[in-house]
DNA sequence: ACCCAGGGTCATA
DNA sequence: TATGACCATGGG
């Protein structure tokens, strides 16, 4: 539910809205499903863009429903399946999907956001245009497949991602000059 | 008064 | 398949 809460918006901004669920008792699957779309829409509200989003947690709601609301049952199959059933649900797109595969799911898969592509595109690792498959593959090639540190990395890169200097060629104090993020660095 | 925040859908060409 | 409008609140 925080995926698909916090797109486009902060995190302190999904928090309110977590809360305000908490205490509707209105974040379990069944209560989403039978909670009326308005009212939902009025809970989250500080999450922006109340009226989509709250589309969207119904449908993912109902996703859990047709897996008997049971996550173990939700989260057994192949990772590639799962990631295909997840894009099928409104409101998921790549990102979201990846996310809850990495975070809810603990599968082995990295997640691209916008602080991913910004900080790529700034040390010229690919070109603005590629595609989101393609950034995955510049990470998930050059790193070993391991879901804690796939998740400690999109960690560092969110947060040198909020490092909002622009400038280019880089300036010499910007700390994204010292780090590669690649091991054996930027080649192949 | 801006700008931006860990996106996604839909209509259009 | 690519681009743009649209969704909307809260903090800097």
Redesign the pocket.
């Known amino acids: 539910m925080g995926a698909v809460l ?8 999904v928090e ?1 809205a977590i809360a305000n669920l908490k205490s509707a008792d209105a974040l379990s699957p069944p209560t989403l499903r039978r909670i009326p779309a308005e009212e939902l ?1 009025r809970l989250i ?2 999450a ?6 709250a589309h969207k947690l119904k449908a993912l709601a109902q996703l859990m429903g047709d897996a008997g609301d049971d996550p173990a049952r939700l989260f057994n199959g192949d990772t590639a399946g799962l990631r295909h059933r997840l894009l099928g ?9 990846d ?1 809850i595969l990495l ?1 809810a799911a603990s599968r082995p898969v990295f ?1 691209i ?3 991913t592509r910004r900080i790529i595109g700034r040390l010229g690792l690919a070109p603005p ?1 590629a ?1 989101y498959s393609e950034l995955q593959t510049l990470f998930m090639t050059r790193l070993p497949t391991e879901t804690e540190s796939y998740n400690e990395y ?2 560092l890169l ?1 947060r040198l991602g ?1 490092n ?1 200097c622009r400038k280019t060629p880089l300036c010499p104090t910007c700390p994204l000059v010292t780090i590669c993020p690649f091991p054996q660095g930027p080649g192949q």
């Open positions: 916090t797109q486009a918006v902060s995190w302190s901004n309110r829409a509200r500080p922006g863009y109340y009226n989509v989003k649900v409104y409101g998921v797109g790549e990102e979201t999907a996310s975070y997640v956001d916008t602080y245009t595609s999109h960690a969110v909020k909002r």
